[in-house]
């Protein structure tokens, strides 16, 4: 938690997403805020190269 304003920071892990358009999973920047994940914005997909803002988060790796 930031002292400041007492909310949560976000964190960034290496995850998959699904590219709505080329219908694969790729990998993305994934933005974990609480229990929500979503795709950084600004993300293109590799091999289709359209944005993954409308992907859907797949899967990533949080250890316990």
Do not use: F
């Not at 930031?2 to 994934?30: D, N």
């Not at 974990?32 to 803002?53: D, F, I, M, N, T």
């Amino acid at each position: 938690m930031t002292p400041i304003t007492g909310m949560p920071l976000r964190k960034e892990k290496r995850g998959w997403a699904y590219c709505p358009i080329c219908t694969h999973t790729v990998q993305a920047q994934v933005i974990l805020k609480g229990k929500a994940a979503y795709v950084k914005p600004g993300q293109r997909c590799p091999r289709c190269s359209s944005s993954l803002e409308a992907a859907s988060v797949v899967d990533y790796r949080v250890a316990a």
